[in-house]
């Protein structure tokens, strides 16, 4: 079965510090992926993401993503945290579907983790 | 350019009523999906809708309906209230199938 896994509920981090909030997919072929970010009631943001290409993928706000195809992961990453990225984050999956043409399979999305970088 | 929005942004209603949500997409854009937040499912996909046709279902029951009309406006439909049914529903467009989504604010349904 398709599926998208981030294994922490929660990551805390102190401001500064670098950030990692893991995701690993099983979706047949080559999936896209994606980030999305989700603030306090407010709809999901998207982040960055990876369709083909380089590997490592950079986004919005600094944040970036590490494509690894062996491990099925695709890690989002941040050098610095800074007390306002502290949010939701969902990474999400999308398999190119049996039909090559304009049909596409549907998205699949983690279930979220909780960042929150301390002062 | 204006973002999705949804109508209502919130809704109350009683078990065994019937509900219907509203969003628009950007401009220009044609692939719209609705999906389903609670805490403690997460982001549940519901249907996803391509010029009119729905490309793509979710897991859930036939209570939940969706259409889109020809300019790429969306509604979905959920008959027969239940309580589990409160949650957020969120909707998102984009340009084509393959890009990212952009999403609305949501609509938050309580069912009491």
């Known amino acids: 079965a398709q599926s998208v896994a981030q294994p922490e509920d929660q990551v805390n981090v102190a401001e500064g510090n670098p950030l990692t909030v893991k995701c690993t997919y099983s979706?047949?072929?080559?999936?896209?992926l994606f980030w999305y970010v989700q603030y306090p009631n407010r709809g999901l943001q998207f982040l960055l993401k990876?369709?083909?290409?380089?590997?490592l993928v950079k986004g919005s706000y600094g944040f970036e993503a590490e494509f690894n195809k062996s491990q099925t992961s695709f890690h989002l990453k941040k050098p610095s945290a800074l007390v306002s990225d502290s949010a939701l984050y969902f990474c999400a999956v999308r398999d190119r579907g049996a039909d090559r043409g304009s049909t596409l399979g549907r998205l699949y999305f983690g279930r979220g983790t909780q960042l929150t970088v301390w002062p | 350019k204006a973002g999705v929005t949804q109508t209502p942004r919130y809704l109350i209603k009683t078990r065994g009523q019937q509900v219907t949500l509203s969003c628009s997409p950007i401009s220009g854009h044609r692939s719209v999906s609705w999906y389903q937040q609670t805490p403690g499912q997460g982001l549940q996909f519901l249907f996803e809708y391509f010029s009119e046709t729905q490309r793509n279902k979710g897991n859930f029951p036939g209570r939940f309906s969706g259409r889109q009309f020809s300019n790429s406006r969306s509604e979905m439909n959920v008959s027969t209230l239940e309580l589990g049914d409160s949650a957020l529903y969120l909707c998102?467009?984009?340009?084509?199938?393959?890009?990212?989504?952009?999403f609305g604010p949501g609509t938050r349904l309580t069912v009491l």
């Open positions: 998102a467009s984009s340009l084509k199938a393959v890009d990212e989504q952009f």
């Open positions: 979706v047949s072929g080559n999936p896209y």
């Open positions: 990876y369709i083909t290409g380089d590997n």
